[in-house]
């Protein structure tokens, strides 16, 4: 089980490079323990805090009556944090950075590009940000990158 506190750490070993002698395999990304996360209904648009990275926190759009759209806040501020949303509701839920920052999935970062999670009850994405673009490090379902 990882904290964010634990994230912070583990970060501080790898970017230190005690970790990149350690071990010669690519380093794994923290993650949300869902048994002791806060999980939190959205049912219209929200802008993602500091204190909601902290808890850590799961998003879910149950009884959501179109796509939500979730305001990812500055990576240079949320360094080492992760982030999760659920669909719980047949409808989309999209991943908006800040301007001139991006959403990293399969190797595309191009800036101020959202990530749409298909609105299929079960879909999830979970975001890891290592303080210059938040990177999705899970996924379930179908998720879409803006071309």
């Not at 209904?41 to 929200?46: H, I, R, S």
């Amino acid at each position: 089980m990882l904290n964010n506190q634990r994230v912070k750490e583990f970060l501080s070993r790898l970017m230190g490079g005690s970790y990149a002698e350690y071990s010669k395999t690519i380093p794994f990304y923290p993650t949300i323990d869902i048994r002791k996360a806060t999980v939190v209904t959205k049912t219209a648009d929200y802008s993602i805090t500091e204190s909601d990275l902290l808890k850590p926190t799961i998003f879910n759009n149950a009884g959501d009556d179109g796509t939500q759209v979730l305001s990812l806040p500055k990576a240079s501020r949320s360094r080492g944090c992760v982030v999760r949303a659920h669909a719980l509701a047949t409808q989309a839920i999209r991943f908006l950075p800040q301007t001139g920052e991006a959403v990293n999935y399969n190797g595309s970062a191009v800036v101020t590009k959202y990530l749409n999670i298909a609105g299929v009850i079960g879909n999830y994405v979970e975001l890891f940000c290592d303080g210059y673009q938040w990177v999705v490090t899970q996924a379930n379902g179908a998720v879409t990158k803006e071309a």
